[in-house]
């Protein structure tokens, strides 16, 4: 049991937007820890995609934004295209685990 | 643009010491957070800890007890060991540069394949 839920799929066809949520508590996410997501493509390491709930590192496409609200975060694809197709995993920090790293369990995105 | 990569023993016997090392290239180790990750065959990312390069760790709770991560600054490299390994170890293991200001991590090795068996 992960201490950052995530739904375990989502799914949409090209062009569409999608959310990806990522639900935490008041130890987390909710204590004013930021959240980061990743994308981990089949058979690859994670790749950092937005880190302080909304910023993109360079390189990665305005197609993907983050936002944080009370202990939860999410994660939006718009204009979704074939090779966004893969796992995606929230992360933060968690004050009652002394101050270690939680990830989300993933949720795998498809294409359709 | 710094590159990580992991190294050590692909199978690893039950009750006996994991022991990885990380290389870091193109920068020093003499700066950041430098961290475990582990994810184990078809499930998700687990966090196993850090360490500053001050020397200063944090692990997770649950791995605590059999964790060690620690630095080599002559060769630009940190290490982790887990001891009394299960089968439950068995995962890919990666290390990854943690970001001062954020905490995001934004630099990952490739993964090592470590399987716990006899």
């Known amino acids: 049991q992960s201490v950052l839920t995530q739904p375990p799929s989502v799914s949409g066809a090209p062009g569409q937007r999608v959310t990806i949520s990522c639900t935490g508590s008041?130890?987390?996410?909710?204590?004013?820890?930021?959240v980061h997501w990743y994308q981990q493509l089949p058979g690859t390491a994670p790749k950092l995609l937005i880190y302080?709930?909304?910023n993109r590192p360079s390189g990665v496409p305005d197609r993907f934004s983050g936002s944080k609200s009370g202990t939860s975060a999410s994660l939006a694809i718009t204009g979704l295209q074939a090779d966004d197709e893969a796992d995606y995993y929230c992360?933060?920090?968690?004050?009652?685990?002394?101050?270690?790293?939680?990830f989300g369990g993933g949720t795998k995105l498809t294409v359709l | 643009q710094v590159q990580l990569q992991e190294s050590g023993p692909g199978l690893v016997k039950p009750s006996e010491t994991l022991s990885l090392i990380c290389a870091v290239s193109?920068?020093?180790?003499?700066?950041?957070?430098w961290s475990w990750i582990r994810q184990p065959p078809g499930k998700g990312l687990e966090w196993i800890g850090y360490?500053?390069?001050?020397?200063?760790?944090t692990y997770n709770p649950s791995l605590k007890s059999r964790v060690t991560i620690s630095l080599d600054t002559s060769k630009n490299q940190f290490s982790l060991r887990l001891t009394s390994v299960t089968a439950a170890d068995t995962a890919v293991y990666y290390c990854a540069r943690r970001s001062y200001g954020s905490g995001s991590y934004d630099s990952w090795g490739q993964g090592t394949l470590v399987t716990v068996s006899s």
């Open positions: 193109g920068g020093s180790i003499n700066s950041y957070y």
């Open positions: 008041s130890s987390n996410i909710g204590a004013g820890y930021d």
């Open positions: 992360q933060s920090y968690d004050k009652s685990l002394s101050n270690s790293g939680v």
């Open positions: 302080a709930n909304n």
């Open positions: 360490i500053y390069y001050s020397g200063s760790t």
